[in-house]
């Protein structure tokens, strides 16, 4: 099928006008459906994929390549391909789209509303993986925003107004910079303007200097690199950019949570990659140090806040910063090591946070709130519960055996080849890691039984459906994490060769 | 058989998910025996393969005894290749019977001590799984499967610990256990990423298995890190972890608190297995830690104090299971001295011998418990030998063993330890001379109060205390005949043996001296380079003297105890009444405060700390993005002419509890649903427009 890429990314938008003519109850269906069709089409992209490909740099790798003039004026082209960065991401893209379905199997509230916007959201976030030019890039990254907004101000909690605000005008903020920063790559690129930016990568990568003028007296590339990597740290969150992020989670409806710690904060970390780190090597060097020191701050410093926490969510949130501080951690460290683990990571997190998600989901549909302390005992009335959640949390600990703690073991063997004192105090994010983890779970499946909830049913079949696939995976990938790797490893190689080559 | 070795640990691990997975329903329909039945088979089979291997590896030369078999790639990552390989060797093999021996015997006397337990087949669930990631730790050829393993029983034990998770204490206690692990595990991790730094530094390839590890060792010996050698750093490092995971000072605390999961798991786990995982991984890794001698020298320091700190706090436990543990925690301490001055065959000697003997002990107690209804204080016991004359006896032959009666496995394996100590410093020694006593006497101390004398609990439990079931006793008989008998297999030259069992292990664990005498450390060349003993170096005549010394004085506190505690109890209270040895006994008996002492300077600074950045975080950090939003709003108004949506979005955010927010978004919620649907069909409309264009 020639324009496959294009069908993955937007057959998500194909069924909206159905949604509005369908009876209610029976969105959820066709919205399974697709993600499900979603999945399968995009499957020979997966299986079709040329592994040997590092891509990145080079146009010629790109695979699955459409390109149309879009905006002929500007210069803008519809221009998409994957490398083996994207191929991870899509994969992730497509499969937390089905279980995010699943779990929002009880949406009540509006449902055409929410599966229209749910699908958009899907195209949004499958487009950002798959464009290569600036523009459309751009695009895609702010029409994931409009979606999310309204999934959070109007299915979300009782403080989602404020959330979704806040989320909203943050990652404006963030993209504003974003967008400026792309017309200065843009105006000053070497060789002939573009927006490609395989095309710019390329010209950087063979000794090309983007000729800007000093900004508020600061050279050109230093100040892009900085306001580029303020619009992707706020998407990861990275410290202190990240308070949006637990206020988002604790408001959103489970699945948007799943998808967002899932999906949505991958892409601040892949957009580093793709654009921030890559046109700017020296940038990154000079800014390096400080990398480090931002992902240890984020490793340590999130694992804190999850221990203070006393809302179960909130507590999950904190942990995605913690977590998502390892991906920086490699990403600076630049070894292929690093690189390969935070890539990895990007998929384990997704996986594992996505569980983490739907199983606080699963409490809160029949308890009604996520107070840590307000349970105890569930061990005994939920039995398949608690052994689904001590599963998730061990994951999330990096328990060797389970996908996270391969990522992890490479990130963290990749730094210290780099910086061992900064590796170190990053291990002791996995001490209070395991500190919060268990000490949450104590509190709520340990103890005397709450009498309160001891009628609880135990998990059913959706949830038991949106939880079983992830396991497997998550199992799967931490004894056969090269069954992975294989897809990324040219690329984060290549990556890795061109940040440490300057 | 050997060919076999790669489902020892897979079995295990089958049983456990089978159980994991269809047990309820199994103890349900089918009923709690059949769960048992098969929850022993795998043990049994893993068991039966282990021992079978074995005799076929002593069948063939010695040169010719590391069968490594590559399974599949693990993780590979540029110049980072690790597999899944199992190594099996004379070392391995060893940990292997006493694992799969033991954890079967073990087993089968779960059946009993767990029956009518309503979550009898998780408890063989866990067990299993338990038994698994021991044999992954064992036989893992690398580094990465040895972490495995680490964790993995770290796993194991913390779901066992909280096995009866409703009593918040236990559950508590689980907890403690993992998280001072996870500290250890650090300093494996920080280890292992040390030696791969200067491995990759130097080779083409790590894959961190214990060969090429070994044949690198004269490279990395030549790098420094933070200003060491970096073989001291790894191998300090590793060492961390073993403090950890085999409860040596400062991080024992977790191990007594261990003793709230079932018995059987702590006679498994927490005394002839896991805890020893520390002394194995120095085992395999001799070669590094013989190039580390200040390594050796901290080790063998550490040892020493443990081992006398926890034998103190052991003398003044009412709890059998308490004395047990502190007891394990010194034996430990035994261990770990032989380590420390480079005896590693003597060390891991005493794994073998302690693993019998003390689970033979744990065993015991867990009899004794059950038949008393679940009491475990000492004070509430007496004269069980005529109820449980089998638990009686295997427990008194066992601590015979304990003591180093001559002629026991004990005797041989303390005995050789405080040799090798002696020729490294008279101070080791006499640190190991004077705990020999003191483990005597607290032994012997808790075989009178439980097996003689009075009974002094209640008329109602002495009516129906009783001897235990064959499947219970019969374990623990076989194990005490084991605690009498296996010192033989190292029987020291100058009584007529031939150290066989530091011989067997020759062509995987050389001693310090004989690496020193031999050169290091590539050869793996077997029987030639047989032990160098005593007679080569030092005297008989002190050997001879140091074994008499140490029976005198161990019988000479044993006879303490009986006359403190049988013949002459008044005594022993006038004692106690003074002022100055109740003081004594108050710290001994609180474990000199040392859990209260970490609450102090660990446990309340850390909550201190994350309640202030939970806090930080809330107000601070949230508090300037809010502020941002309060002077947005603050220009808006006094500027008025920005855009009223963005003004109206920096009201919102700040004012979150505000009426405008409300008000701003009523409309949204109710009538303007048909508006948001309206944009999403326009913005699919022109999607779709600009894609059928060009397509």
Known sequence: ?502 | MISMIPLVPILPLVGALIIGLFGKRIQATIGEFATGVLGCAMPGLAALISFGSFFELIARPATDRIIVSHLAPWVSVADFQVEWAFRYDPLSAMMLMIITGIGTLIHVYSMGYMHEDPSYWRFFSYINLFLGAMLLLVLGDNLLIMFLGWEGVGLCSYLLIGFWFNNPDYAYAGRKAFIVNRIGDLGFLTGMFTLILFSAANFEVVTLSFGELQGRMDTLAQYTLWGFPVLEVAAFCFFVGAIGKSAQIPLYVWLPDAMAGPTPVSALIHAATMVTAGVYMIARMYFMYSLAHFTLEFIAIIAALTCFFSATIGMAQFDIKKVLAYSTVSQLGYMFLAMGVGAYSAGTFHLLTHAAFKAALFMGSGSVIIAMHHEQDMRKMGGLLKKMPITGWAFIFATLAIMGFPGTSGFFSKDEILEKAFEESVWLWLVGFIVAGMTSFYMWRAVFMTFFGEFKGDHHTWEHCHEQPKRTVVPIAILAALALSLGFLNVPDFMGGDYSFSRYLSPVVKNLEEAQVHGMPDSIDGEQHAPVHAEEHGDLLIEVGLMVGSVTWTLLTAFLAYYLYLVNPKAREALMSRAGPQAVFKVLNNKYYVDEFYDLVVVGPLKKCYAFMGDFDKYVVDGAVNLAGYVGRGLGILAGFLDQHIVDGAVNEVAWASQTTGKGFSLLQSGRIQALVGATLVFFAAVLTVWIVYL
């Open chain 1, 1 to 502: 099928m020639s324009h496959l890429l294009s069908w993955v990314v937007f057959l998500p938008l194909i069924p909206i006008p159905l949604l509005f003519l369908l009876p209610k109850d029976k969105g959820k269906w066709l919205a399974l459906a697709v993600t499900l069709a979603d999945f399968v089409i995009g499957l020979p992209l997966i299986l079709g994929f040329d592994r040997a490909m590092p891509g990145v740099s080079n146009p010629g790798e790109m695979q699955f390549v459409e390109r149309a003039t879009w905006i002929p004026s500007l210069g803008v082209e519809y221009y998409i391909g994957i490398d083996g960065l994207s191929v991870t991401m899509i994969l992730l893209t497509l499969l937390i789209g089905v279980l995010a379905v699943l779990a929002s199997w009880n949406i009540a509230k509006h449902e055409a509303g929410y599966w229209s916007m749910f699908l958009l959201l899907q195209t949004a976030m499958l487009g950002v993986f798959v464009s290569l030019d600036l523009i459309l890039f751009f695009v895609f990254w702010e029409v994931m925003l409009f979606p999310m907004y309204f999934l959070i101000g109007i299915w979300g909690g009782p403080r989602r107004v404020y959330a979704a605000i806040k989320f909203f005008l943050y990652t404006l903020f963030g993209g504003v910079g974003m967008l400026l920063a792309f017309i200065a790559i843009w105006y000053y690129a070497p060789g002939q303007r573009t927006w490609d930016m395989i095309e710019i990568l390329q010209r950087v990568s063979a000794g090309g200097h983007f000729n800007g003028p000093d900004i508020f007296g600061v050279e050109f590339a230093k100040m892009i690199f900085v306001v580029l990597f303020v619009g992707f740290a706020i998407k990861v969150p990275i410290f202190p950019f990240h308070t949006w992020l637990p206020d988002a989670h604790v408001e959103a409806p489970t699945a948007i949570s799943v998808i967002l710690a899932g999906v949505l904060l991958k892409m601040g970390t892949y957009g580093m990659l793709r654009i921030n780190f890559t046109l700017f090597p020296e940038a990154f060097h000079w800014f390096r140090t400080f990398l480090v020191v931002l992902a240890v701050i984020n490793i340590v410093y999130g694992a804190l806040c999850a221990l203070a926490q006393s809302d179960l969510k909130k507590m999950v949130a904190y942990s995605s910063v913690s977590h998502m501080g390892f991906i920086l951690l490699g990403m600076a460290a630049a070894t292929p090591q690093g690189m390969n683990g935070a890539m990895l990571q990007m998929f384990n997190h997704g996986t594992i946070t996505a569980m983490l998600f739907l199983l606080v989901g699963v409490i809160y549909d029949r308890a009604h709130h996520r107070q840590i302390d307000g349970f105890g005992g569930m061990a005994s009335v939920m039995p398949k519960f608690a052994a689904l959640t001590s599963f998730a949390f061990m994951a999330a600990i990096g328990l060797p055996g389970l996908s996270g703690f391969v990522s992890e073991l490479l990130i963290l063997s990749g730094s210290f080849k780099v910086y061992q004192v900064a590796t170190i105090i990053a291990g002791l994010g996995i001490i209070f890691g395991a500190g919060y983890m268990l000490w949450s779970y104590q509190r709520v499946f340990f103890g005397k039984v709450n009498e309160k909830y001891a009628d609880f049913k135990d998990v059913n079949v959706i949830e038991v459906a949106s939880l079983v696939p992830l396991l497997v995976i998550v199992v799967y990938l931490g004894i056969f994490p090269n069954n992975l790797i294989v897809f990324f490893e040219q690329s984060m190689n290549h990556i890795s060769e061109l940040l440490l080559a300057r």
